[in-house]
């Protein structure tokens, strides 16, 4: 009998439209039927939250950590006309400005000063003061999911757009982003100077795919840019300057709608999230410690024709999202519409964070490592470290990933129990229900250790009566 497939509760199951990261992944903020909140993203605890009435929001976007979201309205009733794009001020607890264009907005993204929004053919950009002025405005092909991406680092000035052919994308250069405002005394050194100007002048359009983009993402630098089409196998990275493809990594062989896309702080690594349920992490350098795993065929490529699929790269850890149902319809659309009536137990977001390594064999207790925290649309939130070996070591503060995950929650899901009982759509780069002994016996031969990453901590949000 597994218990733990059940979330036993007496009050309904929480019903989230919207939840997102700010661009550090130090907050996070959600909408619900009853309003939206901000979340410190770990440790996690409830900031703030707001009760609406009148209606439901379909996008809450921070802009940082500041007391300043937009708010766009959708659902069935939205509190908002869905053509509008409000500020607000939480602070004052009220809306301070609002943008309104003829059509629906789509789509959002923000930086210290400056809004970009996606419309169903273009995207307007807008300068952010003591009062809100209109940049510049750009044409797309058709962009029904708003998709749009903005550097957000100090004088980082890029931002991806769809291009006017379907599956290209455009790179627009804005006026670098200023650093943050310091609370602390001002300090005695000058600010350092800005990043030198490319030497090349840098590319505008980059032709990623030949189908329909499905996600963009940018690191806070700008330096790289992530794409996925609507296939959902292959994710591309790509230089943001010279255009040129840095890395193609293969997260399936079976169509699937990828969510997202989240670059490592150090750009070193990426995590990307499907309808799969499953989060799969690639290496993006050579030599760290952790290799992206590649067919068995592969050192025959100097010497055969071989497809592309077998120079393929596949992602070296993985994590199942487990389901809190006992069902789950395999027949269903892989998306469904924000503020949906029902809940869509597949889709989440993923962000980095640093957390003290829980290893125990550590030589240097309290050493930081990079973690993922999970958020689904259910009201979950993750907390999981990579594999140990996935940790490239560091000439002066080495750190180190823990071996088996220690659950801090009371009555947290059983990961193996309810990821196994879960049906998925096959999937070469997934871990099936049953281990085929052949490839155990050759990871033993390998000495490698487990690609699955390990919950560390798991925890409810989204109610405004606790966690759940």
């Known amino acids: 009998m597994n218990l733990a497939r059940h979330s036993i509760s007496s009050t309904a199951p929480v019903l989230i439209f919207d939840v997102r990261f700010d661009p550090d992944c130090h907050i996070f903020t959600t909408s619900t039927q009853a309003g939206f909140a901000v979340y410190r993203a770990w440790p996690l605890q409830l900031l703030r939250k707001r009760e609406l009435t009148g209606g439901t929001l379909c996008m809450v976007v921070p802009l940082h950590t500041s007391s300043l979201l937009f708010l766009v309205g959708g659902g069935r009733s939205p509190r908002y006309p869905p053509n509008k794009a409000i500020l607000w001020d939480d602070a004052l607890g009220r809306e301070v400005a609002e943008l309104e264009f003829r059509e629906r907005v789509r789509g959002l993204a923000c930086r210290r000063g400056w809004l970009a929004v996606a419309l169903r053919r273009r995207v307007v950009v807008f300068k952010l003061g003591t009062e809100i002025s209109r940049y510049g405005e750009w044409d797309t092909c058709d962009n029904p999911r708003g998709l749009l991406a903005i550097a957000t680092a100090t004088h980082s000035t890029l931002l991806a757009i769809p291009g006017r052919q379907m599956g290209h994308v455009q790179l627009v250069h804005l006026p670098p982003c200023p650093p943050p405002e310091s609370l602390d005394p001002p300090s005695s ?27 963009l993402s940018v690191p806070p630098s700008g330096h ?76 025959l490529k100097p ?24 069902h789950i319809s395999l027949s269903a659309p892989p998306s469904r519409p924000p503020t949906a009536d029902d809940i869509d137990e597949e889709k989440c977001v993923v962000g980095w ?69 879960r049906p998925r759509s096959g999937s070469v780069s997934s871990f099936g229900t049953r281990i085929d002994k052949g490839k155990e016996r050759e990871r033993e031969r390998e000495g490698k250790e487990s690609r699955e990453c390990a919950l560390q901590e798991f925890r409810r949000f989204g109610r405004w009566d606790g966690w759940g």
């Open 353 to 421: 964070i640093q957390a003290p390594s829980n290893n125990q064999d550590d030589s240097s207790q309290g050493a930081m490592e990079h973690q993922l925290i999970a958020l689904t649309y259910t009201g979950g939130w993750y907390r999981l470290s990579l594999p140990r070996s996935s940790i490239p070591p560091k000439s002066a503060t080495p750190t180190h990933h823990p071996t088996s995950g220690t659950v801090i929650s009371a009555s947290p899901p059983s990961i193996r129990a309810i990821s196994m009982t």
């Open 189 to 215: 050194l000058p600010p350092g100077p800005p990043p030198p100007p490319p030497t090349k002048h840098p590319v505008s359009i980059i032709a990623a795919h030949t189908t329909a983009l499905n996600t």
């Open 303 to 326: 010497f055969i024709p071989l497809p592309t699929y077998f120079h393929s790269e596949w992602s070296y850890a993985q994590y199942h999202i487990p389901s809190q149902s006992s």
């Open 224 to 299: 790289f840019l992530a794409t996925t089409s609507e296939r959902g196998t292959l994710i591309r990275v790509w230089d943001s300057t010279t255009g040129t493809l840095v890395r193609e990594l293969r997260r399936g062989s079976d169509k699937a709608e990828i969510y997202g896309v989240a670059f490592r702080p150090d750009e070193r690594e990426v995590c990307v999230w499907s309808d799969k349920g499953t989060v799969h992490v690639f290496s993006l350098v050579g030599g760290s410690g952790s290799s992206n795993r590649q067919s068995t065929f592969s050192p």
